[in-house]
């Protein structure tokens, strides 16, 4: 029997399996609210009837209902969601502040109910027994008391003062669906789901009050004429929409106050000083509303919608004066023609108070009113709201739609980049493994910044990759025919496929499959060719390899003399022959010339017919500048830069340094040559030629948050290498400890002596493995550091290990350990703090260039440094005192002064004198105090005076500035150390006499 059955099913086309099997059907509810405000205290009291159809093949027991304003508040899921990813809003707000919606005296079939809350503590779900179960097709009454509150916290509802965005404000019935009750907390990853209904809506508010709302007002007074700022446009209602609920209604017409009623509606008298407006709604699954006595009015119309615009008030120049009228029927206007009528009578936009935007059946809430964001709020009436997708199962379904068709729209008015910006920004997270697939239950994602990126971002990349595959013409009949197929019903990402492959004609369930529920990388590169004469042209044949697991549709192109065709092949497997005519000569066989896969790695995609470089990665030189350094997608950016230092021993140097990458993150090569001219009639003069050269992060080992380097020099009287490996560790992109270890092998060898500082330097070899663990992260409002390097090394001379020097070791171990925190004391005052211990050791002494520092980094980390690493150059002379910060940190002292082991603390407080974020060359200015001690522990220290290391401490005052040049931010700093415990050591030799004198220094780095 089952094997006959799965014969049946396996010959059965899959459209008709995919409906035969699940006939679509969803439940029915009709809502009748009566709902008062009371002012001041902002409370909103109603009562509820709901009329509830069953259409499930289901016998329901159970009956549920959203609390969404029990989200607002302290202690819900949404709350501690918030504490835990490190934003505080509403764990800490107190009464009257949080939001509420309670329920009371609830009734079904007649009978009271006890409320349940299956997710307790958090109560944004409510739960009941059915007092008798409600078979197939039946229906049942559902009756219930509530008040509810707004938060003074806005988050997509809120008040302040007088305006309340009562977003979800109401009990509210959750979907029953195939899945059974989609009884789902809200929290901030995730949003709605709502069974289609009618509602009528009562409402008593302050007579002063403007409302805007879901549906039209069929009775009463909204508030819009005489809030109209275009008098001659007159307010229209849109009551003509509903033609049936003119016999439901009583009382004069909308616009006019009277004494409004619905037929068998609660009907209590209203207050003095009130107002009743009754609204009607057909065919929606949210009613959202809002009010602001200062709202102004303006209208607009596309095609049969209404648009209503209300604003506040200083919104005359943005919003006012017809601009948001016009922009959203613009987005109206776009959309009908992408998607088809719009469904509703009306659109009401308007300014809420929470910033960005939300999205509900008929209104959209902005806060503000760009082209951009009314046309992806506005959006969501077509996708969320229209095509009702479920908000917490498939996001993508709404975010990524609206992102897609507003990235779409910007394209049309002739926006640039739309596509290759965000292609680049879901790269970087693919690239680091942060991605998850697409199609996830929302709140199963790492976190809020994790669930937005990949709904929204890689949503909207998802459907332009859809867009490349099928062409524009197709994805825009695909988006047609799903608005015609499922408008007002629940949609989800399988209805949305089984359109797209009908319409296709198309079997695209690999590309759904692998870009909604899994997280492939691409990468085809081009793999053997041959060309040949035929006929009047030539033929090429491309092999297309691919490399990722990543399956798309490829393009292969083949730029001939004078002509370039293209073919596309479906990109499967893992090699695949490609022909390609041309009527010229080929030249370049290109792979994706559009840039539309999203493969990572374009280095591949280039072969050439030439002699040699057929498989050079495609490349482009730039005059670099040092501040910015060029990426790009699709290719190798090399920059070019002259260079020229000075030194003692070879004079000024000349040199030509090349750097490259690739997407900002591979192939970070470096090669700078360098000859020096000699300082003809020192005794130092060296000319000589000099290379440094790195292999960095080669595309060929991309690991995520990996990075790997080789290098090897000769510079300066030195010559050597260095192999390292990193690797960060973070287990969310946005917050959290972020780990670092590594590992480094690095050798400095020494032929030439005469560069080197003989207080820096002794002539001997290094070779030395360190291993570094490092770590950074929040703790309430500190931010910490620490660090940790551990190693050792061997030194040797020129004949071998056996002959170092007396009193040298030839092993010696080598240790740091360093915590940094800062912190925030008032709005302009900082607080930062330093411990540090350093020991460099054998039995007894290390070389002087691996000894622990005063108030330096040592001559390791200087290696790189053309204006520091050798005697007299420019920031190491006397008359400029640099400081380049590390070791102990006593940067008052001589940088050349160092001792076996040291220990220090550091602290400055700091304060803002002026911020100027927008500014380049000086977006902030502060001046500090500083203070910083350090003890030498053990044997013989070694500095310039020939005096011991023991406790040393220097105090003072500084000034800061900090600086953007292209990339490239940095500091200057100035400091002016005017107390230095141990004189001699002052790093200023005008100042070695006393311990108060005027002394100073600068550098480009903080101090730590
Ligand atoms: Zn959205």
Same mark, same amino acid.
């Given at each position: 029997?089952?094997?006959?059955?799965?014969?049946?099913?396996?010959?059965?086309?899959?459209?008709?399996?995919?409906?035969?099997?699940?006939?679509?059907?969803?439940?029915?509810?009709?809502?009748?609210?009566?709902?008062?405000?009371?002012?001041?205290?902002?409370?909103?009291?109603?009562?509820?009837?709901?009329?509830?159809?069953?259409?499930?093949?289901?016998?329901?027991?159970?009956?549920?209902?959203?609390?969404?304003?029990?989200?607002?508040?302290?202690?819900?899921?949404?709350?501690?969601?918030?504490?835990?990813?490190?934003?505080?809003?509403?764990?800490?707000?107190?009464?009257?502040?949080?939001?509420?919606?309670?329920?009371?005296?609830?009734?079904?079939?007649?009978?009271?109910?006890?409320?349940?809350?299956?997710?307790?503590?958090?109560?944004?779900?409510?739960?009941?027994?059915?007092?008798?179960?409600?078979?197939?097709?039946?229906?049942?009454?559902?009756?219930?008391?509530?008040?509810?509150?707004?938060?003074?916290?806005?988050?997509?509802?809120?008040?302040?003062?007088?305006?309340?965005?009562?977003?979800?404000?109401?009990?509210?019935?959750?979907?029953?669906?195939?899945?059974?009750?989609?009884?789902?907390?809200?929290?901030?990853?995730?949003?709605?789901?709502?069974?289609?209904?009618?509602?009528?809506?009562?409402?008593?508010?302050?007579?002063?009050?403007?409302?805007?709302?879901?549906?039209?007002?069929?009775?009463?007074?909204?508030?819009?004429?005489?809030?109209?700022?275009?008098?001659?446009?007159?307010?229209?209602?849109?009551?003509?929409?509903?033609?049936?609920?003119?016999?439901?209604?009583?009382?004069?017409?909308?616009?006019?106050?009277?004494?409004?009623?619905?037929?068998?509606?609660?009907?209590?008298?209203?207050?003095?000083?009130?107002?009743?407006?009754?609204?009607?709604?057909?065919?929606?699954?949210?009613?959202?509303?809002?009010?602001?006595?200062?709202?102004?009015?303006?209208?607009?119309?596309?095609?049969?919608?209404?648009?209503?615009?209300?604003?506040?008030?200083?919104?005359?120049?943005?919003?006012?004066?017809g601009i948001a009228v016009k922009r959203t029927e613009t987005a109206l206007q776009?959309?009908?023609?992408?998607?088809?009528?719009?469904?509703?009578?009306?659109?009401?936009?308007?300014?809420?108070?929470?910033?960005?935007?939300?999205?509900?059946?008929?209104?959209?809430?902005?806060?503000?009113?760009?082209?951009?964001?009314?046309?992806?709020?506005?959006?969501?009436?077509?996708?969320?709201?229209?095509?009702?997708?479920?908000?917490?199962?498939?996001?993508?379904?709404?975010?990524?739609?609206?992102?897609?068709?507003?990235?779409?729209?910007?394209?049309?008015?002739?926006?640039?980049?739309?596509?290759?910006?965000?292609?680049?920004?879901?790269?970087?997270?693919?690239?680091?493994?942060?991605?998850?697939?697409?199609?996830?239950?929302?709140?199963?994602?790492?976190?809020?910044?994790?669930?937005?990126?990949?709904?929204?971002?890689?949503?909207?990349?998802?459907?332009?990759?859809?867009?490349?595959?099928?062409?524009?013409?197709?994805?825009?009949?695909?988006?047609?025919?799903?608005?015609?197929?499922?408008?007002?019903?629940?949609?989800?990402?399988?209805?949305?496929?089984?359109?797209?492959?009908?319409?296709?004609?198309?079997?695209?369930?690999?590309?759904?499959?692998?870009?909604?529920?899994?997280?492939?990388?691409?990468?085809?590169?081009?793999?053997?060719?041959?060309?040949?004469?035929?006929?009047?042209?030539?033929?090429?044949?491309?092999?297309?390899?691919?490399?990722?697991?990543?399956?798309?549709?490829?393009?292969?192109?083949?730029?001939?003399?004078?002509?370039?065709?293209?073919?596309?092949?479906?990109?499967?497997?893992?090699?695949?022959?490609?022909?390609?005519?041309?009527?010229?000569?080929?030249?370049?066989?290109?792979?994706?010339?559009?840039?539309?896969?999203?493969?990572?790695?374009?280095?591949?995609?280039?072969?050439?017919?030439?002699?040699?470089?057929?498989?050079?990665?495609?490349?482009?030189?730039?005059?670099?500048?040092?501040f910015t350094e060029k990426e790009s997608r699709d290719r190798l950016e090399r920059?070019?830069?002259?260079?020229?230092?000075?030194?003692?021993?070879?004079?000024?140097?000349?040199?030509?340094?090349?750097?490259?990458?690739?997407?900002?993150?591979?192939?970070?090569?470096?090669?700078?040559?360098?000859?020096?001219?000699?300082?003809?009639?020192?005794? /130092?003069?060296?000319?000589?030629?000099?290379?440094?050269?790195?292999?960095?992060?080669?595309?060929?080992?991309?690991?995520?948050?990996?990075?790997?380097?080789?290098?090897?020099?000769?510079?300066?009287?030195?010559?050597?290498?260095?192999?390292?490996?990193?690797?960060?560790?973070?287990?969310?992109?946005?917050?959290?400890?972020?780990?670092?270890?590594?590992a480094s092998l690095r050798m400095v060898n020494i032929d030439n002596t005469a560069?080197?500082?003989?207080?820096?330097?002794?002539?001997?070899?290094?070779?030395?493995?360190?291993?570094?663990?490092?770590?950074?992260?929040?703790?309430?409002?500190?931010?910490?550091?620490?660090?940790?390097?551990?190693?050792?090394?061997?030194?040797?001379?020129?004949?071998?290990?056996?002959?170092?020097?007396?009193?040298?070791?030839?092993?010696?171990?080598?240790?740091?350990?360093?915590?940094?925190?800062?912190?925030?004391?008032?709005?302009?005052?900082?607080?930062?703090?330093?411990?540090?211990?350093?020991?460099?050791?054998?039995?007894?002494?290390?070389?002087?260039?691996?000894?622990?520092?005063?108030?330096?980094?040592?001559?390791?980390?200087?290696?790189?440094?053309?204006?520091?690493?050798?005697?007299?150059?420019?920031?190491?002379?006397?008359?400029?005192?640099?400081?380049?910060?590390?070791?102990?940190?006593?940067?008052?002292?001589?940088?050349?002064?160092?001792?076996?082991?040291?220990?220090?603390?550091?602290?400055?407080?700091?304060?803002?004198?002026?911020?100027?974020?927008?500014?380049?060359?000086?977006?902030?200015?502060?001046?500090?105090?500083?203070?910083? /001690?350090?003890?030498?522990?053990?044997?013989?220290?070694?500095?310039?005076?020939?005096?011991?290391?023991?406790?040393?401490?220097?105090?003072?005052?500084?000034?800061?500035?900090?600086?953007?040049?292209?990339?490239?931010?940095?500091?200057?700093?100035?400091?002016?150390?005017?107390?230095?415990?141990?004189?001699?050591?002052?790093?200023?030799?005008?100042?070695?006499?006393?311990?108060?004198?005027?002394?100073?220094?600068?550098?480009?780095?903080?101090?730590?």
């Amino acid at each position: 029997m089952l094997t006959l059955l799965a014969l049946v099913l396996a010959t059965a086309p899959h459209d008709t399996l995919r409906r035969g099997l699940a006939p679509y059907w969803q439940q029915r509810v009709a809502y009748d609210i009566a709902a008062r405000l009371e002012e001041p205290l902002g409370v909103l009291r109603g009562s509820e009837r709901i009329e509830y159809v069953n259409n499930s093949p289901d016998t329901l027991r159970s009956f549920s209902l959203h609390l969404h304003l029990n989200a607002f508040r302290p202690g819900s899921r949404w709350s501690d969601s918030d504490s835990t990813e490190g934003r505080r809003r509403f764990n800490d707000l107190k009464d009257p502040d949080y939001a509420y919606n309670h329920v009371s005296n609830v009734r079904i079939m007649g009978q009271p109910v006890t409320a349940i809350y299956p997710l307790a503590p958090d109560s944004t779900i409510v739960r009941f027994q059915l007092p008798t179960p409600l078979a197939p097709g039946d229906s049942m009454v559902v009756e219930t008391d509530w008040d509810a509150r707004v938060s003074t916290v806005a988050r997509r509802q809120g008040r302040k003062g007088r305006h309340y965005d009562f977003a979800q404000w109401y009990p509210k019935v959750v979907v029953y669906d195939r899945y059974g009750w989609e009884e789902h907390a809200l929290v901030p990853a995730g949003e709605f789901y709502g069974e289609f209904g009618n509602f009528r809506v009562q409402l008593d508010v302050p007579k002063d009050q403007v409302l805007g709302a879901t549906g039209v007002p069929v009775c009463g007074d909204p508030g819009w004429a005489a809030a109209n700022q275009t008098p001659s446009r007159p307010v229209q209602y849109g009551v003509e929409a509903y033609p049936s609920i003119r016999d439901q209604v009583s009382g004069p017409a909308a616009g006019e106050n009277g004494a409004c009623a619905f037929t068998n509606f609660p009907n209590p008298a209203i207050p003095v000083g009130y107002k009743r407006v009754l609204w009607y709604a057909e065919s929606v699954h949210h009613f959202a509303l809002s009010m602001n006595p200062e709202y102004r009015y303006e209208g607009g119309a596309y095609k049969n919608t209404l648009v209503h615009v209300l604003y506040r008030p200083g919104d005359e120049k943005t919003w006012g004066d017809g601009i948001a009228v016009k922009r959203t029927e613009t987005a109206l206007q776009w959309l009908d023609q992408l998607y088809g009528p719009f469904a509703w009578p009306q659109l009401t936009n308007l300014h809420r108070i929470d910033g960005g935007g939300t999205e509900f059946p008929m209104v959209i809430m902005n806060g503000s009113a760009s082209q951009g964001l009314i046309v992806h709020e506005l959006g969501h009436n077509y996708t969320m709201g229209i095509l009702a997708n479920n908000e917490w199962r498939e996001g993508w379904l709404d975010e990524g739609f609206t992102s897609f068709q507003t990235t779409w729209f910007g394209e049309t008015t002739g926006q640039k980049g739309g596509y290759e910006d965000n292609e680049a920004g879901v790269l970087d997270l693919d690239l680091g493994g942060w991605s998850e697939p697409v199609s996830l239950v929302s709140d199963k994602y790492s976190d809020f910044v994790i669930y937005n990126q990949m709904i929204y971002s890689k949503g909207e990349l998802f459907l332009e990759q859809l867009r490349y595959v099928v062409g524009d013409s197709v994805m825009h009949e695909i988006l047609q025919t799903y608005y015609q197929r499922w408008q007002l019903k629940h949609v989800d990402g399988a209805a949305f496929q089984a359109v797209a492959e009908d319409v296709s004609q198309m079997d695209l369930s690999t590309l759904f499959g692998q870009w909604l529920h899994g997280t492939p990388m691409f990468d085809y590169a081009v793999g053997r060719v041959r060309r040949q004469r035929q006929g009047d042209g030539w033929v090429t044949h491309v092999e297309v390899v691919r490399k990722g697991d990543g399956m798309i549709p490829v393009d292969v192109a083949v730029i001939g003399e004078t002509d370039t065709a293209v073919v596309r092949t479906d990109g499967m497997a893992p090699r695949a022959w490609v022909t390609v005519p041309t009527r010229s000569e080929p030249r370049v066989v290109l792979i994706d010339p559009s840039v539309r896969t999203h493969d990572w790695n374009m280095l591949n995609n280039r072969y050439r017919f030439v002699l040699i470089g057929k498989r050079a990665p495609p490349s482009a030189n730039y005059l670099d500048t040092w501040f910015t350094e060029k990426e790009s997608r699709d290719r190798l950016e090399r920059g070019l830069m002259p260079t020229i230092w000075y030194n003692t021993a070879g004079g000024i140097t000349v040199g030509f340094r090349a750097r490259e990458n690739y997407l900002g993150m591979f192939e970070q090569n470096q090669l700078l040559m360098s000859y020096s001219l000699g300082a003809p009639g020192d005794d /130092a003069n060296v000319q000589e030629l000099d290379f440094f050269a790195r292999v960095k992060n080669p595309v060929w080992l991309r690991s995520p948050n990996q990075s790997e380097r080789l290098e090897a020099f000769r510079t300066e009287g030195r010559w050597g290498g260095l192999l390292g490996w990193e690797r960060t560790q973070q287990e969310h992109l946005t917050f959290g400890p972020k780990w670092t270890q590594g590992a480094s092998l690095r050798m400095v060898n020494i032929d030439n002596t005469a560069f080197l500082d003989p207080q820096q330097y002794i002539d001997v070899g290094i070779a030395e493995l360190m291993t570094t663990l490092g770590v950074k992260t929040r703790s309430g409002k500190w931010q910490l550091g620490g660090r940790l390097n551990l190693g050792g090394g061997l030194v040797f001379d020129r004949d071998g290990l056996a002959s170092v020097q007396p009193n040298l070791d030839q092993f010696y171990f080598r240790g740091e350990i360093e915590g940094t925190a800062r912190r925030q004391l008032a709005k302009k005052l900082t607080f930062a703090g330093r411990l540090y211990g350093g020991v460099a050791a054998g039995a007894h002494t290390a070389a002087k260039q691996r000894q622990i520092y005063l108030g330096s980094s040592d001559p390791f980390e200087q290696l790189y440094n053309p204006f520091l690493r050798s005697e007299g150059a420019l920031l190491v002379i006397d008359d400029v005192p640099y400081q380049a910060p590390g070791g102990g940190g006593v940067r008052a002292a001589d940088f050349r002064i160092s001792g076996p082991a040291i220990i220090a603390a550091n602290v400055e407080l700091e304060r803002t004198m002026l911020l100027r974020q927008k500014s380049k060359l000086f977006s902030r200015v502060s001046v500090a105090a500083f203070g910083d /001690a350090a003890q030498g522990i053990g044997g013989p220290a070694q500095p310039t005076t020939g005096a011991a290391l023991g406790f040393v401490a220097d105090a003072g005052l500084g000034v800061r500035a900090s600086h953007r040049i292209g990339k490239t931010s940095f500091l200057t700093r100035f400091d002016f150390p005017i107390y230095l415990s141990e004189p001699e050591f002052s790093r200023n030799d005008f100042a070695r006499n006393q311990a108060f004198d005027f002394r100073w220094l600068f550098s480009v780095q903080a101090a730590f």
